[in-house]
């Protein structure tokens, strides 16, 4: 039983698309992240939800939305794609104070 | 600006010898230090974490160490294993003031030669 899941793990897309990518955890967590894995490698975080509330907005470009239907899903929603967007984006969920489990990554290519 | 460094890119040791991961860290509100392991392809892995209290925590092969004053914190693997090849990550976070957000350094590439 995979314990953070997210969809796609690839993902290859024009610029100008809009895309989204999926995440799901069923640890019974109340927080849930999105992280940046960006080409030089370092894990920068994004978003923070807890309990389908944002409590963490990094500068991120607005054309960047995440959505929480509910505390077990994080999903991650990219407007007008850009080529700078390539990179492996991690969900993670963890409960407050507490180690982090991340999902596998989805590799976006802008192309 | 880095708040979390890890000054080298790689190390690679011999099966059964210890392994030795530094990291370096800025803010001083960082409560809360963990160290994951990644594979290719893979999320990050929890392995260890330490709080601001000790500056000692040991489980099985692995521990880190603790220096606040030094703000320096290192991972010890012994004996080290060709599986324990991958990159690892420190971590910290300021639970007081940041809850579970996690500031990355930018990785060591470990290489356990058989």
């Known amino acids: 039983d995979t314990a953070v899941s997210q969809t796609p793990k690839y993902l290859v897309t024009q610029m100008g698309n809009d895309k989204s990518i999926k995440c799901e955890q069923n640890?019974?967590?109340?927080?849930m992240y999105w992280y940046k894995q960006d080409s030089k490698k370092f894990l920068k975080i994004m978003f923070s939800y807890n309990n389908k509330e944002l409590i963490i907005n990094e500068t991120v470009p607005n054309r960047f939305s995440p959505k929480s239907p509910d505390k077990a899903h994080l999903n991650l929603h990219i407007n007008s794609l850009e080529l700078g967007d390539s990179a492996v984006y991690f969900c993670?969920?963890?409960?407050?104070?507490?180690?982090?489990?991340f999902g596998q990554g989805t590799r976006l290519t802008v192309v | 600006d880095q708040q979390v460094k890890q000054n080298s890119p790689s190390l690679s040791v011999q099966e059964g010898r210890i392994s030795i991961l530094n990291c370096d860290y800025t803010n001083s509100m960082f409560d809360y230090f963990l160290w994951y392991k990644k594979y290719p392809a893979e999320g990050p892995t929890f392995l260890i974490s330490?709080?601001?209290?000790?500056d000692k925590n040991e489980d099985g092969r692995f521990t880190v160490f603790l220096n606040k004053s030094a703000k320096h914190l290192s991972l010890h693997i012994v004996p080290s294993q060709p599986g324990d090849s991958a990159v690892y990550f420190c971590?910290?976070?300021?639970?007081?003031?940041?809850?579970?957000?996690?500031?990355f350094g930018e990785g060591t590439q470990l290489t356990v030669n058989p």
């Open positions: 993670a969920s963890s409960r407050r104070g507490s180690e982090a489990f």
């Open positions: 330490i709080s601001s209290i000790k």
């Open positions: 640890l019974g967590h109340d927080t």
């Open positions: 971590a910290a976070s300021a639970r007081e003031t940041s809850g579970s957000r996690l500031t």
